[in-house]
């Protein structure tokens, strides 16, 4: 699996959207990024996927970069009940069993 | 659709003694997957169980140990406990279809918390 770089905290005031980055330089063709969040002591919760086009879901919008070394993903209106630790993977789809999880990065929003 | 389960939720042991947790995917899911998870080295990818044979194995010792039965659920064990032990073990289940990466979804448990006196 690709090694991802993200920020370790950052805020977003409620209501507003939360752009949270992802660094993933060492992509492969064939490696999907995922994103996934843990609030706090409960298991990691999935939010989205992509290849190579941005995606949307009910959740949240994931931005990759054209180059694929890069993704943003965006909560649109951010609430209390965002703030977490986001986790960006880098991984072939058949690999999920085996994730690799960084440190994530700490979203707080604050009202 | 129920979520992946596990028990229990909350365990007190001592060092030395082992402990088996369990976990049941959800139905109709073959991957279930384990996940310890300390405040000093994050998540950490244990196994990966997938019609009851071992798919995938991370770096532990051999304390660790786990296996999958016919009906997918899972459970893990961990013989002669350090303090060290003391986590947050998380299951994931996956459907690991054929219709391509949304089959591969992992849905993880509310985990199990061990402490290790």
């Known amino acids: 699996d690709a090694k991802t770089t993200q920020p370790p905290s950052m805020d977003c005031a409620e209501g507003r959207a939360a752009n949270l980055p992802c660094n993933h330089s060492t992509i492969s063709g064939n490696e999907y990024v995922y994103w996934y969040r843990q609030i706090h002591s409960q298991g990691p919760q999935y939010i989205i996927h992509g290849l190579k086009n941005n995606e949307t879901n009910e959740m949240a919008s994931l931005i990759i970069t054209e180059d694929r070394k890069s993704s943003t993903l965006i909560l649109p209106h951010a609430t209390l009940r965002d703030t977490a630790v986001y986790y960006c993977?880098?991984?072939?789809?058949?690999?999920?069993?085996?994730?690799?999880f960084g440190d994530g990065t700490t979203l707080t929003v604050k009202p | 659709k129920a979520g992946v389960t596990q028990t229990p939720r909350y365990l007190i042991k001592t060092r030395g003694q082992q402990v088996t947790l369990s976990c049941s995917p959800i139905s109709g899911h073959r991957s279930v997957s384990w996940y310890q998870q300390t405040p000093g080295q994050g998540l950490q990818f244990l196994f990966e169980y997938f019609s009851e044979t071992q798919r995938n194995k991370g770096n532990f010792p051999g304390r660790f140990s786990g296996r999958q039965f016919s009906n997918s659920r899972s459970e893990m064990n961990v013989s002669t406990l350090e303090l060290g032990d003391s986590a947050l073990y998380l299951c994931?289940?996956?459907?690991?279809?054929?219709?391509?990466?949304?089959?591969?979804?992992?849905?993880f448990g509310p985990g199990t918390r061990l402490t290790v006196l």
């Open positions: 994931a289940s996956s459907l690991d279809g054929t219709s391509g990466s949304y089959d591969y979804e992992q849905f």
């Open positions: 993977i880098v991984r072939v789809y058949t690999n999920a069993g085996k994730s690799t």
